[in-house]
């Protein structure tokens, strides 16, 4: 199974900064990749698919990039609602697996 | 509006059964593939099963496998998930979730609590 590890695992960070999560795959995945966030007591809600590309209605602060083994979402000038957990996932075939998640939090 | 409802979920003794049910509205269900993702008491998201968009195709991954059975009503808009042979450490929140082509889940519901606990 591949293997998706996640860095940092918690993120202090204040409004307007800008914040970078890494997600690392234990094999190539090519571009394979989503990112989710998820608030607390909340679904986990798509961000990026396919390494790069947003998904309908992400706001453009947000980005991702990488390809192979190595993976980031860049968030720009964070804003209030931007702090919640978030998790890598691989979709190159099954079992699809989840990085363990970063928790951003409010500085 | 996309929604996606589960239900059925609760406490259950190891080695029981359950069943957990999506009620799906909003968009053409019999048209795209669906899973069921479950997050941990430790917060660990899972993938837990898939059904293309037709029925015919299922995937599991080992963890679940001969023990869960995804399966779907397109005429009814309904995706389920049968869980037998329960252990403590399927205990989590049960989500179902839509996939945008195979790239990922684009819809996920509010999820269903499930606990094995004697």
């Known amino acids: 199974d591949i293997q998706m590890t996640q860095s940092p695992a918690s993120l202090s960070a204040s409004v307007g900064e800008t914040v970078t999560i890494t997600c690392r795959a234990s094999?190539?995945?090519?571009?394979?990749l989503a990112w989710y966030q998820q608030k607390q007591g909340k679904s986990p809600q798509l961000l990026v698919y396919?390494?790069?590309t947003l998904a309908e209605g992400v706001p453009s602060r947000f980005s991702g990039s990488g390809s192979g083994t190595q993976f980031s979402l860049k968030i720009n000038s964070l804003q209030p609602e931007d702090f919640g957990s978030y998790y890598c996932?691989?979709?190159?075939?099954?079992?699809?697996?989840f990085g363990g998640g970063t928790k951003l939090e409010i500085k | 509006e996309v929604q996606l409802v589960e239900s059925g979920g609760g406490l259950v003794k190891p080695g029981g059964s359950l069943k957990l049910s999506c009620a799906a509205s909003?968009?053409?269900?019999?048209?795209?593939?669906m899973s069921w993702v479950r997050q941990t008491p430790e917060k660990r998201l899972e993938w837990v099963a898939t059904?293309?968009?037709?029925?015919?195709?299922?995937y599991y991954p080992d963890s679940v496998k001969g023990r869960f059975t995804i399966s779907r009503d397109n005429a009814k808009n309904t995706l389920y998930l049968q869980m037998s042979s329960l252990r403590s450490e399927d205990t989590a929140m049960y989500y179902c979730?839509?996939?945008?082509?195979?790239?990922?889940?684009?819809?996920w519901g509010q999820g269903t609590s499930v606990t094995v606990s004697s």
């Open positions: 909003g968009f053409t269900f019999s048209s795209y593939a």
């Open positions: 094999e190539n995945i090519y571009s394979y």
């Open positions: 996932q691989h979709h190159y075939g099954t079992p699809y697996t």
């Open positions: 396919n390494a790069k």
């Open positions: 059904i293309s968009s037709g029925g015919s195709y299922t």
């Open positions: 979730a839509r996939w945008l082509l195979s790239y990922a889940m684009d819809y």
